[in-house]
T-cell receptor, first 114, second 113 residues
Framework: SQWGEENLQALSIQEGEDVTMNCSYKTYTTVVQWYRQKSGKGPAQLILIRSNEREKRSGRLRATLDTSSQSSSLSITGTLATDTAVYFCATDGGTGGLSGKLTFGEGTQVTVIS | EAAVTQSPRSKVAVTGGKVTLSCHQTNNHDYMYWYRQDTGHGLRLIHYSYVADSTEKGDIPDGYKASRPSQENFSLILELASLSQTAVYFC????????????FGEGSKLTVL
């Protein structure tokens, strides 16, 4: 597997709190994407971070990428009940990291309690 | 907003039967993909296509065929459905060289009995 041996993780937090989720990968990559999947829906991309960026922000989201430790994180500040979803990190197996041939991690179930 | 439509959204099939899952995109994207998701797990790539009339094997192609008759349409075919193919299947499209973002459909839940 491209990913570490982690199963689906679950976090429950109060609305308004911040949350950070992490993932690690085995094979070198230059691009990590984060997706959110709400119940009964397909995944939707949240943020794409490249190896030369180390950190990228989009609204309440912040992603980091550390290629030396082969890990990435996604933080959400001021969570809302609508942030309840499963969050996946994914690496792209193609040259340049833009082939769309993604390898997904197992995901983190985030439940925001209002 | 990108639009990827899958049909059927839900299907029950018998072991050994043939199943066809269809996908239609109106994004004018060149790239299309089929992923499989088992309960509580991430998605895994089955087949993909970068151009009409051509398909490629992904990470778990065994037991599946794919067909891309046009830029807009991409089908996944299970010739002999098996119990282990019970899963949710997602189709996605992306634009060549446009940041790698995939646009997913809402999924097709397949139950094989």
């Amino acid at each position: 597997s491209q990913w570490g041996e982690e199963n689906l993780q679950a976090l429950s937090i109060q609305e308004g709190e911040d949350v950070t989720m992490n993932c690690s990968y085995k094979t070198y990559t230059t691009v990590v994407q984060w997706y959110r999947q709400k119940s009964g829906k397909g995944p939707a991309q949240l943020i794409l971070i490249r190896s030369n960026e180390r950190e990228k922000r989009s609204g309440r989201l912040r992603a980091t990428l550390d290629t030396s430790s082969q890990s990435s994180s996604l933080s959400i500040t001021g969570t809302l009940a609508t942030d309840t979803a499963v969050y996946f990190c994914a690496t792209d197996g193609g040259t340049g990291g833009l082939s769309g041939k993604l390898t997904f991690g197992e995901g983190t179930q985030v439940t925001v309690i209002s | 907003e990108a639009a990827v439509t899958q049909s059927p959204r839900s299907k029950v099939a018998v072991t050994g039967g043939k199943v066809t899952l269809s996908c239609h995109q109106t994004n004018n994207h060149d790239y299309m993909y089929w992923y499989r998701q088992d309960t509580g797990h991430g998605l895994r790539l089955i087949h993909y296509s970068y151009v009409a009339d051509s398909t490629e094997k992904g990470d778990i192609p065994d037991g599946y065929k794919a067909s891309r008759p046009s830029q807009e349409n991409f089908s996944l075919i299970l010739e002999l459905a098996s119990l282990s193919q019970t899963a949710v299947y997602f189709c996605a499209s992306s634009a060549q060289g446009k940041g790698g973002q995939l646009y997913f459909g809402e999924g097709s839940k397949l139950t094989v009995l």
